[in-house]
């Protein structure tokens, strides 16, 4: 149990355009989802969390127009990179937990290289 | 806020042999502390975790102990095997928001046959 896919698994872009992530838990409720992002040979950085049906709440000097969230139900977040630039090409990837728990569960990540 | 430090940030051992992993934590208010095991190209995977009020915990070959008072919690695995290889993270996280870990800087681990 306690699944988390993550779509794509890697992405490849042009700089300027947009780039959406999905995550999913696939075997229970996630009330909570959080993303992270990690730098080669880094610890992770958490991004922002978001609660199904509300706004997502963003870590100081993450840009919330920039990493647009939606965490439209309660298996499903997205997560687009707008205008991608190179500085944005990172490793993302997304947890879960579900009401109660304070167990995260991670995705397999994806990887975003922006040319 | 919360943070957590971790040594080594890199471990080379030889098959069989035990290794530690140390991580203090600032917070006294935090009570949930994972151990996550991450190898290259992938996400995290949860591999044991231990609340406040428990000392130790022991799953087959890993186990992690804390302690409150000193504010830290170490990651034991014995007859270690190559496949064990890889960058482990410990975490902390307490009661207020939505219950965020803050992760150390992350383990190298290396087991060599």
Known sequence: ?115 | GENVEQHPSTLSVQEGDSAVIKCTYSDSASNYFPWYKQELGKGPQLIIDIRSNVGEKKDQRIAVTLNKTAKHFSLHITETQPEDSAVYFCAASGDTGFQKLVFGTGTRLLVSP
């Open chain 1, 1 to 115: 149990g306690a699944v988390v896919s993550q779509h794509p698994s890697w992405v490849i872009c042009k700089s300027g355009t947009s780039v959406k992530i999905e995550c999913r838990s696939l075997d229970f409720q996630a009330t909570t989802m959080f993303w992270y992002r990690q730098f080669p040979k880094q610890s992770l950085m958490l991004m922002a969390t978001s609660n199904e049906g509300s706004k997502a709440t963003y870590e100081q000097g993450v840009e919330k127009d920039k990493f647009l969230i939606n965490h439209a139900s309660l298996t499903l977040s997205t997560l687009t990179v707008t205008s991608a630039h190179p500085e944005d090409s990172s490793f993302y990837i997304c947890s879960a937990k579900g009401e109660g728990t304070d167990t995260q569960y991670f995705g397999p990540g994806t990887r975003l290289t922006v040319l």
